[in-house]
């Protein structure tokens, strides 16, 4: 149980496009999904908290306007990456606690490459 | 939510038992102790928590000392499937999970 699956699990985009990224729980409700970034030989770092059906919220320093997450029902959340750069490149990953308890369960991730 | 050291790296032989140590010296009293690991390339794994109570799974074992300023993840018999980083966490219910390095886990035949 607990299954948290992501689409797709690596991604090649050309500067400037945007590129969007599915999170799903698959034999769960998740009330709130989490995004997080990792590069390469660095630990994990939380870009936001979504809850279903309400705005969501940002970690300082991330972009809300170029990370557009979307948490439309207890089962999806999306991160879109607009306007994607070189910079932008690295390990997306998300989890969603199973609805009544605090325990996170993450996706497999996605790699973005930005040429 | 507190925080936590844990060693950098650590090597075990396969088939014995891994025993990594987390210190969290300014735990509070509503704070839980989570351990994930993370296979290269993939994302992190739930691995168990606990308050206080020792608690054992199918994966691990976790053992809380009892003044809570430490603790001690156990993986009963290594396998080189578990060479991973494995992550400490403290956190109160709720609050979000604050990664730190972590500990690498070298299983070696």
């Known amino acids: 149980g607990a299954v948290v699956s992501q689409h797709p699990s690596w991604v090649i985009c050309k500067s400037g496009t945007s590129v969007k990224i599915e999170c799903r729980s698959l034999d769960f409700q998740a009330t709130t999904m989490f995004w997080y970034r990792q590069f390469p030989k660095q630990s994990l770092m939380l870009m936001a908290t979504?809850?279903?059906?309400?705005?969501?919220?940002?970690e300082q320093g991330v972009e809300k306007d170029k990370f557009l997450i979307n948490h439309a029902s207890l089962t999806l959340s999306t991160l879109t990456v607009t306007s994607a750069h070189p910079e932008d490149s690295s390990f997306y990953i998300c989890?969603?606690?199973?609805?009544?308890?605090?325990?996170?369960?993450f996706g497999p991730g996605t790699r973005l490459t930005v040429l | 939510d507190a925080k936590t050291t844990q060693p950098t790296s650590m090597d075990c032989a396969e088939g014995r038992a891994a025993n990594l140590p987390c210190n969290h010296s300014t735990i509070s009293g509503n704070e839980y102790v989570y351990w994930y690991r993370q296979i290269h390339s993939q994302g992190p794994q739930y691995i168990i928590h606990g308050l206080k109570n020792n608690e054992t799974n199918e994966m691990a074992s976790l053992i809380i000392t009892e003044d809570r300023k430490s603790s001690t993840l156990i993986l009963p018999h290594a396998t080189l499937r578990d060479t991973a980083v494995y992550y400490c966490i403290v956190r109160v219910g709720g609050n979000k999970l604050v990664f730190g390095a972590g500990t690498i886990l070298r299983v070696k035949s």
């Open positions: 979504s809850n279903e059906g309400s705005k969501a919220t940002y």
């Open positions: 989890s969603a606690s199973v609805s009544g308890t605090d325990t996170q369960y």
